[in-house]
């Protein structure tokens, strides 16, 4: 679920605008999978850019209340919600913890950093949400330190059928400020595509192995 269609498009201008999404049919990016992909997302780049950092947190903490009411707690996921969930919970005038993607190996061995309380209410803050894997073990790490998960927040989904399922599975609602479609209809509002482009970029987000194989 994305916050509002205008609020997408915006975010998704903005994404376009600085570069934190790059669309690419003709030379795609290898992700690390070792999927070839049309397009990249680096959401940290907004961070560089005042006025994008600006709009993005506000969106953030209206999702925030708009789907989940006010929490306690914000939680940013290691390493690309971190920066933007202090940002959320600096607008709200919220505590703030991060989670790692596993715990600490010296030290006190902490998986979650910052001060909280068990039974608190949580909202979790991400960058970004592929399948949603690195995002549910946080999730999941929070429920077993005993913080109630209320929902996930993310600026961005490229909505593969698997997230959907995940989060499902996980009972973990979430929402995003934006997504594929409303970037790829933003980018042809913008004639930053050709209509082969989107149709390849349609292409891959509905089966990305099978697109690889067929660029090869």
Known sequence: MVLNEDKGLKVAEFLLQVKAVKLQPQAPFTWASGIKSPIYCD???????????????QAYAEAVIDNFGKPDIIAGVATGGIAQGALVAQEMGLPFIYVRDK??????????????????????????????????????????????????????????????KNFNEAECPYVT???????????????????EDELSLQLWRKSPADWKRSKS
């Open 43 to 57: 959401n940290r780049i907004t961070l560089s850019y005042p006025n994008v950092r600006t709009f993005i947190r």
């Open 103 to 164: 715990a600490k190996g010296h030290g006190m061995g902490n998986q979650i950093e910052g001060y909280f309380e068990q039974g608190q209410n949580v909202i979790v803050i991400e960058d970004l949400i592929s399948t949603g894997g690195s995002s549910l073990k946080a999730v999941q790490a929070l429920r077993e330190a005993g913080l109630n998960v209320k929902g996930l927040i993310a600026i961005f989904t490229y909505g593969f059928d698997i997230a959907h």
């Open 177 to 195: 400020l934006s997504n594929y479609d409303i970037l790829i209809e933003k980018a042809v509002q913008s004639n930053l595509i050709s209509t």
